[in-house]
């Protein structure tokens, strides 16, 4: 039996995949992935040398089993997958709103996992929300929370704070790009070569979260220490509170929580 099956293997699926085998969690011949087109499986047995299979149940057959597909894909896939769920399986969901409930009920399976990661995951920096069933002992949980950081950082919490983990942690890589961007654009503006202003304005990014993470200051702390009294910074950061920034930014995530409650 293969240690991790992956049932779909798109962007996710691949970070996901690449770090496993990058922290050494099992072999390329422990692993097997299933996806849509025969491409896909050319491309991924290329790539990573894991098996291959073009039936899901066939990479249902495995000790965990990640469904790598997209929300609307769950119902299908699991009718597929369920009757081919070994009984002491780890079925591990990457789906938002879909609940350890709902999986228990469709899937019948024992010892369920959701993870909401985001795409960093995909260059071993991902941050990845975990909510445990009943069903899991404490080795399962270690092995679960093994998988989670070959890939990035995990986070366990309960199941009702997900949809806000999926704001927060999950889509927010989109909104901190067009942040990126815009910093970049206005450099341009300002004739500074556009190769450059992403690199600034990416490394800017980089260096304040790692800020934040290393140093435990409160992000307003660090905030605070850029600002010179009469200085550019606060000049900036004027115009940014007089033009919304935060109240945009809090007003974007809680609608995404919004859209997950309803998926």
Excluded at 224 to 245: F, K, N, Y
């Amino acid at each position: 039996m293969h240690k991790i099956g992956f049932v779909g293997c798109g962007n996710m699926g691949r970070a996901m995949l690449s770090g496993s085998l990058r922290a050494k969690l099992c072999q390329p011949g422990d692993v097997v992935v299933s996806a849509r087109t025969q491409a896909t499986l050319d491309a991924v047995h290329a790539e990573f040398g894991v098996d291959v299979a073009q039936r899901n149940a066939d990479a249902a057959k495995a000790e965990m089993v990640v469904l790598a597909v997209k929300p609307q894909m769950y119902e299908a896939v699991i009718a597929e997958v369920a009757p081919a769920l070994p009984d002491d399986a780890i079925l591990v969901s990457i789906a938002p709103g879909k609940s350890l409930a709902w999986l228990a009920e469709k899937t019948g399976a024992k010892k369920i996992v959701r993870l909401m990661p985001n795409t960093p995951a995909a260059i071993g920096c991902g941050m990845t929300s975990v909510a445990y069933g009943d069903g899991l002992d404490e080795a399962d949980k270690a092995r679960v929370m093994a998988f989670v950081e070959s890939f990035g950082q995990g986070e366990v919490l309960p199941e009702h704070l997900f949809d806000a983990a999926t704001a927060i942690a999950g889509c927010s890589p989109a909104y901190i790009y067009m942040f990126i961007e815009a910093m970049a654009d206005a450099g341009v503006a300002e004739g500074l070569p556009r190769a450059s202003a992403y690199r600034m304005a990416a490394a800017a990014v980089e260096g304040s979260a790692r800020m934040v993470l290393e140093t435990g200051q409160h992000p307003a702390q660090l905030k605070d220490a850029v600002c010179s009294p009469a200085g550019t910074t606060i000049e900036g950061l004027r115009v940014l509170e007089q033009r919304g920034m935060r109240s945009a930014i809090i007003e974007g995530l809680l609608a995404t929580v919004e859209k997950a409650r309803r998926l």
